[in-house]
């Protein structure tokens, strides 16, 4: 109460000023009328006045005086007066301090005089007023005053009920029910019905319940009663208590309580006569009772969710029946209404919405709202709240509604006038309401409507004052939709305008917020309410039955169903549907058929439900095996493709959820990507496409859709053109991109991680298929304009984005095609010239103008050495082109035009069809002829002009700084490789282009040396290529051996087409190289023998791979294999070595690796059937050189043979050819040899030059020779270990087995099968073969002929032409590798690029002399063998002894070489001049088994001794001269024993240094 503080110079003067002051104040605050505070003010001034005097400060009597003089100023004042007495008393009683008691008492007695008695006998304590004297004792007022209080509260007061009289009740039920239409008022009955009590003597509260009961039966006169009952009423509680009298009356069972009882008491409540709270405890039932029974209906709705969902036995059905008959019976004795729920819905239906929100929110969420006259009273006040509002701004063009009267009510909610009106009331009853607006569609579209409304001036209006506020609203209606709207749906019955009308809302939404909704609604809004989770197990039930029954013949009428049955519940409905898609994807096309009844919004549905399921974090996207992805993730991406093509379903969440994972480093979801973009788009991308399909993807867009892919997908306008706009409108085109760029690598490096080796590959070829389909589709449907504002140039993409260089250009390329055509165009315009001279020049122009930027930018891609050999406007020339540039398919469009002519001509036949379609037909197939024919005119017109100016570009393409064979390096490193296996289109294209650039005679491009390197080194590309990019692989190195076999079957087209041409030179000139002035053409035949030679490396390298047992070898070169299966194998006998290799596959994978089985068996067929085009070795090259291999190996390259020029190597080569043999010696205990492919390996050595091979003789004469390399194999094997010896036994065995064999075949010779007779013509080979090799000085690998002879152990019993095909010896490296330290000396003599491989000299290979060596070393091969097992011994001892002999001698020659090397290096130049052509890059491809591949050497050894007399005199006397150990080529029969020794020595002894030097 001190809140007033007096100054204290008021108490100090107070008689000066200080009273004065006093006054003034308490009569300003008497005056102030401030709703009461007023009393507070003048209580407070008064209470620091009288505790001044308790305390001794002021005087009694100034202060009582000043105290008397204020009771005029108020009525009241007295009370005030006494109020502070009365506070004072308590604190004075409580002090221990007498003398502030006694102040105090003086104080009250001295103010006696103006304070009544009655009041302070009222308010202060007993014994302060016997202590005032105004009472005698404090005891007995005590019990005076509990007697009293006794009375008036605790004693009943007895009325005589006879005394009251009937009739004036009778009279009071007439005047309260008489007719109050006229002047009558409340206060005129109150009069009278005071009159009535008084008369007749009646009980006021009797009298109170029959005014009660009379509005109760005339509820309409609110007014009237309610202020009758206003001023009747004495308290509000008797007041309640008569209510909660009738309200107990009727809870009863089987009692109703009446409405009008409930309107009463809501309109009590609404006027404030009665609190909610007094009311409240009247009511049944409890609300614990109400919680219990929500729980109730709760585990109930879920207990007949799990029967619906679960198979129920019979026997539980018949246990459930009874049950249910129980709870019916319960339900027969209906339980007492629900008063609280009676209560207010009659509060709701006056317009009392805060005394209605409090009942509600007593109770569970949407118990209430559950009963339907609440729900539909709760929306009718709605109703009434939104109505101005809903028709200034929703209701639709051309509606007229129904108006709605207003409530009477004036506490009501206030109607609505602007949006920002919504969040008072409105919102919060549509919470209250929840689910069960679906009582009320009406009101369902009202609020639907203002949200659309509102959405459009949110999104128009972008004022920064009212953008918080909108944002706010914004969040409102989001809410709304997520707890009102969507749940409502779920119980509507399939109202499908309801769902269109919602869609008309959603759809303004950003795809974010309505999946977020989406989201809620699928997982978590069913849960809530017991309805709805009875709805959810209906919708499963009833989903489940439609797709048990549909079908591809019932799709019409299931998909009616599951159009009905989607309106109101669509997230189960497709959560069910993805389900069973996910493990039965043979329904996909049955389920997207029977989507055509959905609604907008369903469609919108279902696309959140399908990302969703790609999402479902508890799938795992890779099948068990972790080799291949899941075929749920298939069966969805698949449905993806087909629904969102048929159907207008927004595109932008899949895309964005594609990026997304991408973002994240994941890249299984391009599947989706891919199968949209396929169907959507009508872009294929597949690598088995036909040779027919793969020509039309290189005409215009018209021939790519008739002729390029599988499945004609027509009709894909639409749906492209949503595809494109989705892109654009949310700026996916570009990111996807370079995300699926950036991700290639990523797939390998960074994703790859544990991952199976076959799944990565599988990923990186989906990331990459995907990006080629979708870069296709940007660049053949996005304007000019838009795709050159989304692609940034060249060095940004690579440099910034880190976009890998072949993709970068990928996409780039359609902007430079679209830039060049538009500035063409404007220089057409700007100068018009109708001449072809004229049109050209403007192209060359537009070109240069578009690409000179672009030649300037790839600068910055590569190293400035790059740019030494290859000119920037090469690499941009070769990466900018397609093969749309190049040539014009007309094969392909005349396929075409021609099939239309077919089509056309069956419409006309076809009497079936009506005229009006036959003419509609016809018009469509004649418009797509004359297109086709228009695009092809187009098209060879954009070529010529293509071509002129690549005739223009040429002579400053390849600079060469460096060499040749650097040039080509740099070409296929950096052009070549990498887009030779970016597509298809791109593999046909890079073969075309070489053969292109070698057609335009490009100075300093070496076309040979480019096929060469291409054919001569596979193996690493194909071990390092995905599955995909073997398929483009294997089409690019068919299309390069097409070019190859065209020219090799035709000497006319081959000088047409060669002859003369600079990429056909073989002899380059080179610094410090005096002798390399000359070019050489390489002629007809000498190419037939480099063509062999790349035969037999594709050969080689085959056999390499099938061996090596790795799945990714094995797989991609039988993938490659059969890709280039038109082209090769041409030669029977390489044919052969690969049959009996790929057997041996499909024999080993049949039960281990299925898939390699199926490739090998495939191929395998193919193969076979393709034997009838093979043609034997000397029908494939000119073969008539003699076969020289049996002479003693010092007699050819020994150990003191000098003087060749070095070869060029490559490192890779080498590495290739290191690698191949490391990896066979060290499988020796394990790996199987290369059975056939190694007599093929043997064979081919004469591809390489080495001309000794190349004479076919007699049957005799090769069986013979074979004998003889078996011996030869034996003396040259080193015998002083254990392994050598064990070999020894088994060659005497093998020896044996082939003598019978060679007899046998001598006595049947006419009778032996084609077949055989082919098989003993490859044995022939091989032997000769190994014979070459041992006169080369080559030793056999004692490593393989260890693995071979074991394998010819196992074998058992085959017979010797078999067992001589399947194991022959491959030439080895080890010989050469003292002629490899010669070469390295020698090459500061020679060009790095100068080799002699591709050399072959006519007349050398024509020698008569040769001849006669072969027939007479045949004879002394035939003898020698008889003495092999006898001289086995003896040759072993000599061999070692010899050995340590030729050591000696090898060291002497070393000191020597400085001088030889003079000799050797004219010596090479003067067979230079005379032999013919070379070729640098063919020195890398030599034999099968050779570490450093230095065949130039080998085939000039053969050239010279093969040539005449005297230039071998020439070369042995060099040789002598370094020291080495020579014997005369023409040596007689009887001292071939000593040749074999002394070859024997001569291969241990290179064999070391071979091993020494590698």
Not at 916 to 943: I, P, Y
Request: glycine fraction near 4%.
């Amino acid at each position: 109460m001190a809140t007033l503080i007096l100054p204290g110079e008021w108490i100090k003067n107070w008689e000066k000023s200080g009273k004065h002051e006093f006054v003034q104040l308490c009569k300003e605050l008497t005056e102030k009328t401030d709703h009461g505070n007023e009393t507070k003010d003048i209580q407070a001034a008064l209470y620091e006045v009288c505790s001044q005097v308790v305390q001794g400060n002021l005087k009694i009597d100034l202060v009582s005086a000043v105290l008397g003089e204020m009771m005029e100023l108020r009525d009241d004042l007295p009370s005030i007066l006494a109020d502070v007495f009365c506070i004072l008393d308590l604190e004075t009683g409580a002090l221990e301090e007498k003398n502030k008691r006694d102040h105090y008492t003086h104080l009250v007695g001295a103010c006696l005089s103006f304070v009544p008695e009655a009041i302070l006998k009222e308010r202060l304590d007993p014994e302060t007023l016997e202590s005032l004297g105004l009472i005698k004792q404090a005891h007995q007022f005590n019990q005076k005053i509990v007697k009293i209080k006794t009375k008036l509260f605790y004693k009943q007061q007895k009325f005589n009920l006879l005394r009251e009289e009937n009739e004036g009740y009778a009279k009071l039920i007439t005047e309260l029910g008489q007719d109050l239409s006229g002047n009558i008022t409340s206060n005129l009955v109150l009069e009278s019905i005071k009159s009535l009590i008084g008369c007749f003597n009646l009980d006021p509260n009797r009298v109170l319940d029959i005014i009660l009961e009379v509005y109760e039966s005339r509820s309409e006169q609110d007014e009237f009663f309610l202020s009758l009952i206003k001023s009747y009423m004495c308290e509000p509680i008797t007041l309640c208590h008569i209510l909660g009298f009738k309200f107990k009356f009727y809870q009863e069972p089987n009692e109703e309580t009446p409405k009008s009882l409930y309107h009463i008491a809501a309109a009590l409540l609404n006027h404030k006569l009665i609190e909610l709270e007094d009311l409240y405890v009247h009511l049944m039932p409890v609300d614990a009772t109400i919680v219990e029974e929500h729980k109730r209906e709760i585990s109930e709705a879920k207990q007949i969710a799990r029967k619906l969902v679960t198979v129920v036995l019979p026997s539980e059905k018949s246990e459930d029946k009874e049950k249910e008959k129980e709870k019916e019976e319960e339900k027969n004795e209906k339980p007492p209404d629900n008063q609280k729920l009676g209560l207010l819905e009659a509060l709701l239906r006056i317009g009392d919405w805060h005394h209605a929100q409090s009942i509600m929110d007593q109770m569970p969420s949407f118990y209430a709202t559950s009963h339907k006259a609440i729900a539909l009273a709760l929306c009718q006040l709605v109703h009434l709240t939104v109505e101005p509002l809903y028709r200034r701004a929703g209701v639709p063009k051309g509606a007229k509604g129904c108006a709605l009267q207003p409530l009477q009510n004036k506490r009501a909610p206030q109607p609505t006038e602007s949006f920002e009106d919504l969040r008072k009331d409105t919102f919060s009853m549509l919470c209250y309401l929840g689910p069960h607006l679906s009582h009320d569609p009406i009101l369902f579209a009202k609020i639907v409507r203002l949200g659309k409304s509102f959405m459009k001036e949110y999104q128009s209006d972008g004022r920064p004052e009212v953008k918080d506020k909108m944002e706010i609203l914004l969040s409102c209606f989001l809410s709304i939709a997520d707890q009102v709207l969507l749940p409502s749906l779920s119980l509507m019955e399939c109202n499908a305008c309801m769902s269109e009308e919602l869609w008309g809302l959603f759809k303004l939404f950003p795809y974010q917020h309505r999946y977020r909704l989406y989201g809620q609604w699928k997982n978590e809004t069913y849960s809530g309410h017991p309805l709805l989770v009875k709805v959810k197990a209906q919708t499963v039930e009833r989903a489940r039955y439609i797709m048990k029954r549909l079908t591809k013949e019932n799709v019409k009428q299931s998909g009616r169903q599951i159009g009905k049955l989607s309106h109101s519940n669509p997230t189960i409905l497709f959560d069910y549907m993805l389900s069973q898609i996910q493990w039965y994807d043979n329904l996909i096309v049955p389920v997207v058929d029977s989507l055509k009844y959905l609604t907008s919004l369903n469609y919108d549905v279902l696309a959140y439900c399908i990302i969703e399921a790609l999402a479902n974090p508890e799938k795992e996207k890779m099948k068990h095996d972790d080799t291949t992805l899941s075929l749920w993730l298939q069966s969805l991406a698949s449905l993806c493709g087909a629904v969102f093509r048929k159907y207008p379903i927004e595109l932008a969440g899949l895309l964005q959820y594609v990026a997304n994972q991408l973002k994240a480093g994941k890249s299984f979801d391009l599947l989706i990507l891919k199968e949209v973009v396929q169907k959507m788009a009508g872009i294929e991308i597949t690598d088995e496409m036909t040779s027919e399909q793969l020509e039309a993807m290189t005409g215009g867009e018209q021939l790519k859709a008739e002729g390029g892919y599988f499945g004609q997908i027509r009709n894909t306008k639409k749906s492209s053109q949503r595809l494109k706009d989705a892109l654009l409108d949310h700026e996916l085109a570009l990111p996807l991109c370079l995300l699926m760029a950036q991700q290639r690598n990523g797939v390998v490096f960074l994703e790859g991680g544990e991952k199976h080796l076959k799944l990565v590959g599988h990923l990186y070829d989906q990331c990459h298929d995907t990006l080629v389909q979708f870069g296709g589709f940007l660049a053949s449907n996005l304007s000019t304009e838009d795709y050159i504002k989304r692609v940034p140039s060249i060095d940004i993409l690579c440099n910034q984005f880190h976009t890998p260089h072949d993709a970068a250009f990928f996409l780039s390329r359609p902007m430079y095609a679209h830039q060049i055509l538009s500035k063409y165009e404007e220089l057409k315009k700007a100068e018009k010239g109708n001449r072809q001279q004229q049109k050209v020049t403007k192209y060359v122009a537009a070109c240069e103008q578009v690409m000179t930027p672009v030649h300037e930018a790839v600068m910055s891609l590569h190293p400035a050495r790059v740019w030494d050999d290859l000119r920037p406007q090469f690499y941009a020339t070769f990466w900018s082109l397609t093969m749309y540039d190049l040539a014009v398919p007309h094969a392909a469009y005349e396929r075409e035009v021609n099939k239309l002519k077919v089509q056309i001509k069956a419409i006309e036949e076809n009497s079936e069809i009506p005229l009006n379609k036959k003419k509609k037909e016809k018009e469509r197939c004649t418009a797509l002829q004359e297109k086709l024919q228009e695009e092809e005119k187009k098209q060879m017109e954009h070529v010529q002009r293509v071509l002129h100016r690549l005739k223009l570009e040429k002579d400053s393409w390849l600079l060469t700084k460096s060499t040749k064979n650097e040039t080509i390096t740099k070409f296929l490193q950096l052009c070549l490789f990498p887009r030779c296996i970016f597509s298809s289109i791109d593999a046909v294209y890079c073969a075309r282009f070489v053969e292109l650039v070698h057609q335009q005679k490009t100075p300093n491009f070496c076309t040979l040396l480019c096929y060469d390197r291409v054919f001569s080194a596979i193996i690493y590309t194909v071990a390092s290529c995905t599955e995909n990019e073997s398929h483009r692989y294997g089409r690019f190195l068919c299309c390069m051996l097409e070019t190859v076999t065209r020219w090799h079957s035709n000497r006319a087209v081959y000088e047409k087409e060669c002859v003369n041409y600079p990429g056909f030179l073989t002899i380059f000139r080179a610094a410090g190289f005096d002798g390399g002035n000359k070019a050489d053409q390489l002629d007809y035949e000498n190419f037939r023998h480099v063509v062999h030679k790349w035969h037999y490396m594709l050969t080689k390298a085959s056999v390499h791979c099938l061996e090596t047992g790795d799945y990714t070898h094995i797989r991609n070169i039988l993938i490659v294999l059969t890709k280039i299966l038109p082209c090769y194998p041409k030669v029977l006998n390489l044919g052969q070595a690969l049959e009996a290799r790929v057997h041996k596959i499909c024999l080993e994978e049949k039960d281990k690796r299925p898939d390699l089985y199926a490739l090998a068996m495939g191929y395998s067929g193919r193969l076979k059937s393709q034997k009838v085009h093979m043609v034997p070795e000397n029908e494939f090259h000119h073969k008539d050189q003699p076969a020289r291999s049996a002479t003693p190996a010092s007699q050819q390259n020994g150990p003191g043979s000098a003087g060749k020029p070095a070869a060029n190597t490559s490192k890779t080569e080498e590495g290739g050819f290191e690698d191949g043999d490391r990896i066979k010696d060290k499988s020796q205990g394990t790996t199987k040899p290369v059975n056939k492919a190694n007599s093929t390996a043997a064979k081919v050595t004469t591809s390489n030059g080495n001309g000794a091979l190349n004479s076919t003789k007699a049957v005799k004469d090769d069986k013979e020779k074979s004998g003889k390399e078996k011996k030869e194999k034996k003396e040259k094997t080193p015998g002083s270990t254990p392994e050598t010896k064990a070999e020894n036994r088994r060659e005497k065995q093998r020896d044996e087995r082939a003598g019978k064999e060679e007899r046998l075949l001598r006595e049947g010779k006419e009778k032996t099968p084609k077949a055989d007779r082919e098989k003993v013509k490859l044995d022939e080979k091989s032997g000769k073969d190994d014979k070459a090799k041992a006169g080369n000085g080559e030793p056999v690998e004692p490593a393989r002929d260890a693995v071979k002879e074991s394998k010819n152990k196992e074998k058992g019993d085959r017979n010797a032409a078999i067992a001589t095909l399947k194991s022959p010896n491959p030439r080895s490296d080890s010989a050469e590798s003292e002629r490899d330290h010669k070469r390295r000396k020698l090459d500061s003599h020679s060009s790095p690029s100068h080799s002699s491989s591709v050399k072959d000299s006519s007349n050398e290979l024509k020698d008569p002399a040769t001849k006669q060596h072969i027939n007479f070393n045949s004879v002394a091969r035939s003898k020698s063998r008889e003495r092999e097992v006898e001289k086995k011994d003896t040759e072993s001892v000599q061999g070692r002894s010899k050995e340590k002999k030729e050591e000696k001698e090898r060291k002497e020659r070393k000191r020597d070489h400085a001088v030889n090397d003079r000799e050797a290096s004219q010596e090479s130049k003067r067979r230079k001049d005379e032999n013919g052509t070379n070729s640098s890059k063919n020195s890398q491809s030599t034999s099968p088994s050779c570490d450093s591949p230095l065949t130039p050497e080998k085939e000039k050894t053969k050239r010279s001794k093969s040539s005449s007399k005297e230039k071998a005199e020439s070369v042995k006397a060099e040789r002598t001269s370094s020291g080495g150990k020579k014997e005369s080529r023409h040596e007689k029969s009887e001292k071939k024993e000593k040749r074999d020794s002394a070859g024997g020595k001569e291969e241990k002894k290179h064999h070391k240094s071979s091993d020494k030097h590698r």
